[in-house]
């Protein structure tokens, strides 16, 4: 049953989003597709409305992180199929796939031009000052050059340079200096981009044609795989100072469920696509003299888990060997690069996308509980 849902390439999960549009559209005429050309392909957003005018609206994006899409867009075709959903009364939603095509179609987190969606999203680019510091003295352990070849060779020569790290910054710096992101090696890993990716036109054009002061609450989710404990669906908020927006969480999910950012274990990322997002919700709707209870949540399905020391190691270097071996190619496209690359691939999927029953029953179990929450808070 679940392989009608997770599929295994952009191409076919994407005409099966399609398919379960059309089959909504038989049921409920009043829907409407939104779609977003640019040069990588067409985003297509779906807004379901109910019969009625609703108070209430949920979206849901995908594919923020590219290869993260696969298990995203399987969500939202599950969605589709489930009575609860179907016979809501009072919520509309709203559907957003494959934010980043390239990424999604290439089983790579990041964009064409390597910027990571997800570090790009800072709002004022003029003020932010990015300290890369620590990136630049990790350098040569983020980024490697040539390609890796998955002998033992090239596996001591990685845990090598992770121990000298660590001894020489700690464990922790290390693991939050890396994740927040980075601004200066734009074909290095976790790269925030030089300014904003041509999605951002999207979100401002979506917003414009449907947030308005109907909605007394509005809650978006934007769907992701890879980080923390495996097999848990974690709730990723941010800042465990953003009051107003975490208190509404803890009264949808309940109390010690969210994952905040600034909590250990987690981290605080700059340019995060669902705060963006955020913001300019809540500014149209300030500018229209309405009162709209609106929050935000980051879906995070934990794959291989990333709670100890050596699990963060080996995650990290799943993720440095995809974006050596890929950089490699670009110029070295002989068979020896290809094949290397291939590994490198095959363990990176794995990372965000394992091929395994148990986790993927696990991802649509976690989902139905968290999405009933939502709708019970809508109902409140």
């Not at 917003?207 to 097999?231: A, R």
């Not at 500018?287 to 949540?297: A, F, L």
């Not at 070295?332 to 094949?339: A, D, K, R, V």
Request: proline share 2%.
């Amino acid at each position: 049953m679940l392989d009608r849902y997770f599929k295994k390439t952009y191409d076919e999960l994407n005409s099966s989003f399609e398919e379960g549009i059309k089959a909504i559209q038989k049921l409920f005429l009043n829907t409407s597709i939104y779609n977003f050309q640019y040069d990588q392909g067409v985003i297509k957003s779906f807004f379901w409305p109910t019969a009625k005018p609703a108070n209430n609206l949920l979206i849901v994006c995908s594919g923020t992180h590219g290869i993260e899409g696969l298990t995203g867009s399987a969500i939202q075709r599950w969605m589709m199929d489930q009575n609860f959903i179907k016979e809501r009364t009072n919520s509309d939603i709203l559907f957003i796939h494959g934010f980043n095509i390239f990424g999604f179609k290439n089983y790579r987190r990041v964009n064409e031009n390597n910027v990571d969606l997800n570090r790009n999203f800072i709002l004022n680019r003029e003020e932010y000052k990015s300290d890369d510091s620590l990136h630049k003295d990790l350098y040569n352990m983020l980024n490697p050059s040539g390609i890796f070849s998955f002998n033992f060779k090239s596996k001591l020569k990685y845990l090598a340079l992770v121990i000298k790290a660590i001894l020489l910054f700690g464990v922790e710096k290390v693991r939050k200096s890396v994740l927040l992101g980075q601004y200066t090696f734009p074909n290095g890993i976790f790269y925030g981009g030089k300014e904003l990716a041509i999605q951002h036109k999207l979100i401002h054009e979506l917003i414009e044609k449907y947030i308005d002061s109907k909605y007394e609450k509005i809650i978006l989710v934007d769907l992701h795989t890879g980080y923390g404990q495996k097999n848990k669906l974690h709730l990723f908020a941010g800042d465990e100072n953003e009051l107003q927006n975490n208190q509404v969480l803890e009264n949808i999910f309940g109390n010690n469920q969210i994952d905040f950012g600034s909590k250990d274990d987690f981290y605080i990322m700059s340019g995060e696509m669902i705060k963006y997002f955020h913001h300019y919700v809540r500014e149209k709707l300030q500018k229209e003299n309405v009162q709209v209870e609106t929050v935000d949540i980051v879906f995070e399905f934990g794959t291989i888990g990333t709670q100890t020391v050596f699990q963060s190691a080996e995650a990290l270097r799943r993720m440095i060997v995809e974006n050596q071996n890929y950089h490699a190619m670009q110029t070295m496209h002989n068979p020896e690069t290809i094949q290397a690359y291939i590994q490198a691939q095959r363990d990176f999927i794995d990372l965000f996308y394992p091929d395994n029953e148990e986790w993927r029953q696990s991802v649509v179990d976690q989902s139905e509980l968290r999405f009933k929450q939502i709708f019970d808070w809508f109902e409140k």
